[in-house]
T-cell receptor, first 114, second 116 residues
Framework: GESVGLHLPTLSVQEGDNSIINCAYS??????FIWYKQESGKGPQFIID?????DKRQGQRVTVLLNKTVKHLSLQIAATQPGDSAVYFC?????????????FGQGTTLQVKP | EAGVTQSPTHLIKTRGQQATLRCSPI?????VYWYQQALGLGLQFLLW???????NRGNFPPRFSGRQFPNYSSELNVNALELEDSALYLC???????????????FGPGTRLTVL
C-alpha cells in the first residue's frame, strides 16, 4: 500500500554529534524522495532530495542515502546543532504516474541536547 | 525571493460553516498543492492544481474543493465543516507542467483551522 514509514518517532542526540534519521518506503516504483524539516508552528522546509538513479547525495551538513534493494532512505546530519531540532519527514513521489502527490511518513522528532 | 504565502494564519469556525483558505505560490511556479496535517498525523494530499485545472485529488470528500486563479494563486474551500477538519492546511508550489515540471514542492507556513 501507500506508506512511507519512519523507524523511530523521536531521536535525541548531543550537540556536535552526527544524527541519522531513517525511513522505509513501500513502493518500489517510486523514483523521487525528499526530506523536509518542520519546526514548530511552521510549514515543512525542503532539505534535500534524491532520485532513484542515485545512491547518495550531499548537501551542506546533510547527506541522503538511498538503498533501493531494501527500500530504505536515510538522512544524515553532521555536527548536529540546536537549530536542527525539529520534526523530519521523508516523502515519496509515485514516480512516473505524475500524480503531483507526495506521500509523507509520520515524522521523526530530533531533539538536540546542549 | 518570496516563498509560498498563505492566509489567514489562523481561522476559527463552527461546525457546519464554510472556510476559505488562500495561497500564493512562489513566483514562476504554476503548480499548487494542498495538504492537510491533522494533529499527530503526517501530511495528507488533498488537491493539485496546474494552469487553472484540477489535476489530482486525494481521498477526501467533495466538500473539500478549490480553484486556481489566472495569477496561479489558489483557494481551498471546505464546506459543512466538521470537528475533525481541524488541522493545519499546507499549500505548496512547484514548477508546472508547461515549464519543466519538477516534483520538488515548496511549502508555505500553513493555515491553522479550528472547528468548534
Amino acid at each position: 500500500g501507500e506508506s512511507v514509514g519512519l523507524h523511530l518517532p523521536t531521536l535525541s542526540v548531543q550537540e556536535g554529534d552526527n544524527s541519522i534519521i531513517n525511513c522505509a518506503y513501500s513502493n518500489s516504483a517510486s523514483d523521487y524522495f525528499i526530506w523536509y524539516k518542520q519546526e514548530s508552528g511552521k510549514g515543512p522546509q525542503f532539505i534535500i532530495d534524491i532520485r532513484s538513479n542515485m545512491d547518495k547525495r550531499q548537501g551542506q551538513r546533510v547527506t541522503v542515502l538511498l538503498n533501493k534493494t531494501v527500500k530504505h532512505l536515510s538522512l544524515q546530519i553532521a555536527a548536529t546543532q540546536p537549530g536542527d531540532s525539529a520534526v523530519y519527514f521523508c516523502a515519496e513521489n509515485m514516480g512516473s504516474s505524475n500524480t503531483g502527490k507526495l506521500i509523507f511518513g509520520q515524522g521523526t522528532t530530533l531533539q538536540v541536547k546542549p | 525571493e518570496a516563498g509560498v504565502t498563505q492566509s489567514p494564519t489562523h481561522l476559527i469556525k463552527t461546525r457546519g460553516q464554510q472556510a476559505t483558505l488562500r495561497c500564493s505560490p512562489i513566483s514562476g511556479h504554476t503548480s499548487v498543492y494542498w495538504y492537510q496535517q491533522a494533529l499527530g498525523l503526517g501530511l495528507q494530499f488533498l488537491l493539485w492544481y496546474d494552469e487553472g485545472e484540477e489535476r489530482n485529488r486525494g481521498n477526501f470528500p467533495p466538500r473539500f474543493s478549490g480553484r486556481q486563479f489566472p495569477n496561479y494563486s489558489s483557494e481551498l474551500n471546505v464546506n459543512a465543516l466538521e470537528l475533525e477538519d481541524s488541522a493545519l492546511y499546507l499549500c505548496a508550489s512547484s514548477l508546472g507542467l508547461a515549464s519543466g515540471y519538477t516534483d520538488t514542492q515548496y511549502f508555505g507556513p500553513g493555515t491553522r483551522l479550528t472547528v468548534l
